[in-house]
């Protein structure tokens, strides 16, 4: 069973540059995360999207933006990276809302320079 | 003051040796709480939920203390395997505000 699947794994950006990470899953989950992880500060929610056709703000979320494509696909898109953005990106899904286990996709080391 | 604070450790303990984990938490209408175990560059992934009434999985017991807001996790027996990162997990009463502690690094050592 693949889980959650995060692409790409790793990726070296020039400030300014934009992309988009790739996050899908296979368990039929409603519920989808992307955090970041820094140093010291644990994970940190940027946007969440409680099912299909709905996202809503995080923590941090200034600086991105997400799409729910459908129920097994959400991604993460960096319009104009900046060095602060600079961290590992997890993608999480789970059944429902947060009071069931979160399962993670492998991370995205992201690098901006 | 953090919403999740941990000891951020590192815990350096002999194998066989028993370590406890604490984890403080400031909204006292959280609703859930879990340990996540994160291994070094890998994702993190559930231990176990921590329940009112306190539960135990093996050598794992995870205790719950609402009135002083707080939550626990105790090892027994450690084993070399068990060196990893432990995060403790707390979510709010909407069940999506999911607050992820820094980790506490514990290191099992031969």
């Known amino acids: 069973n693949a889980g959650v699947t995060q692409t790409p794994k790793f990726q070296v950006l020039k400030t300014g540059q934009s992309m988009t990470l790739q996050c899908a899953q296979d368990m039929n989950h409603n519920s989808m995360y992307w955090y970041r992880q820094d140093p010291g500060m644990g994970l940190r929610l940027i946007y969440y999207?409680?099912?299909?056709?709905?996202?809503d703000k995080g923590e941090v979320p200034n600086g991105y933006n997400v799409s729910r494509l459908n129920k097994r696909e959400f991604s993460l898109r960096l319009e104009s990276a900046a060095p602060s953005q600079t961290s590992v990106y997890f993608c999480?899904?789970?059944?429902?809302?947060?009071?069931?286990?979160?399962?993670f996709g492998q991370g995205t080391r992201l690098t901006v320079v | 003051r953090k919403e999740v604070e941990q000891d951020p450790g590192p815990f350096n303990v002999p194998e066989g040796a028993t370590v406890a984990f604490n984890c403080t938490y400031s909204n006292s209408a959280s609703q859930s709480f879990f340990w996540y175990r994160q291994d070094c560059r890998k994702e993190p992934k559930l231990l176990m939920s921590?329940?009112?009434s306190g539960n135990e999985d093996g050598r794992f017991t995870a205790q719950l203390n609402r009135a002083s807001q707080y939550i626990s996790l105790l090892i027994r027996d450690s084993k070399l395997s068990d060196s990893a990162t432990y995060l403790c997990?707390?979510?709010?009463?909407?069940?999506?505000?999911?607050?992820f502690g820094a980790g506490t690094r514990l290191f099992v050592k031969a």
């Open positions: 999480a899904s789970s059944e429902e809302k947060g009071n069931t286990e979160a399962f």
């Open positions: 999207s409680a099912s299909e056709g709905t996202t």
């Open positions: 997990v707390v979510t709010d009463t909407g069940g999506f505000k999911t607050i």
């Open positions: 921590v329940y009112s």
